[in-house]
């Protein structure tokens, strides 16, 4: 698509440098049996004419016409630029977003299975099984309620 607009720029810039020397050709103007006027670039045969030079129209700046079409074109890449960097900021929000809440749903499963009064086991530095009991279990208490706290409350608000 941008090819095709630049290479319609591309013709109709010399096109539009070559207007003021087609424009400087003569208008004839007749009227004809009913009175109507008409214009054109060749006087009818027989017919009684009255001729005009047009003025030319001031020379088209191709520079200028060039560089206002090179600013039209970085403000259009900058503004697709700027879309797709929106886009891509959500989608990122989005997916912070989605991992905050399985998190939360995490933290919140952990914190009810502690607070169930079932007996919860951990591996200790052996290796073997330890169930978790009291100082151990009020850690582990204390971990899961600040997990919580941190995952399903909301996330602070960013510059």
């Known amino acids: 698509m941008m090819n095709a607009r630049r290479a319609a720029v591309l013709i109709s810039l010399p096109l539009l440098a070559a207007l003021p020397f087609a424009a400087m050709a003569q208008v004839y103007t007749w009227k004809d049996a009913d009175g109507k006027t008409h214009y054109g670039s060749r006087p009818p045969p027989g017919k009684q004419v009255e001729s005009r030079k047009l003025a030319a129209p001031p020379p088209v700046d191709a520079e200028a016409a ?94």
């Open 66 to 159: 060039r560089q206002s079409f090179n600013e039209r074109q970085l403000a259009e890449r900058e503004k697709q630029q700027k879309a797709q960097e929106e886009g891509k900021k959500a989608q990122e929000e989005q997916a912070q977003a989605r991992q905050r809440e399985e998190n939360c749903r995490n933290a919140r499963s952990n914190l009810a299975a502690i607070e169930s009064g079932q007996i919860r086991y951990t591996i200790d530095a052996k290796g073997e099984r330890a169930a978790l009991d009291g100082a151990l279990r009020e850690a582990e208490l204390a971990r899961a309620r600040k997990s919580v706290s941190d995952w399903c409350s909301p996330p602070p608000a960013s510059k």
